[in-house]
């Protein structure tokens, strides 16, 4: 089973009353929240995705431990072996 994972931005440097903000990196750095993505890969040719879990990161976590706990999960739930993908 093919799983890729990734961390991306949403930047909200206006909104004052969001709870949680953190700093993202974009394009340079922003006010915003981070989220973390893990889906399966389906097929070696295409570009179909399934999203298996798209959770927020905290301020008290980080993207990697994010990625971690999302792949422990999905590892535990499959019965095949897990390979995960990652970009730096």
């Known amino acids: 089973?093919?799983?890729a994972?990734?961390?991306t931005a949403w930047g909200r440097p206006d909104a004052k009353t969001l709870k949680d903000r953190t700093h993202e990196y974009q394009e340079g750095v922003i006010v915003?929240?981070?989220?973390s993505t893990i889906a399966w890969i389906p097929e070696a040719e295409g570009s179909?995705?399934?999203p298996l879990l798209h959770e927020r990161i905290?301020?008290?976590s980080s993207p990697?431990?994010?990625a971690a706990?999302?792949?422990k999960l999905v590892c535990?739930?499959?019965i095949n072996p897990v390979l995960a993908v990652l970009d730096a």
Do not use: C, K, R
């Open 58 to 60: 905290s301020s008290w």
């Open 32 to 35: 915003g929240q981070g989220y």
């Open 69 to 71: 706990s999302q792949l």
């Open 64 to 66: 990697i431990l994010q």
């Open 48 to 50: 179909w995705a399934l």
């Open 5 to 7: 994972i990734d961390h």
């Open 1 to 3: 089973m093919l799983v």
């Open 76 to 78: 535990e739930q499959s």
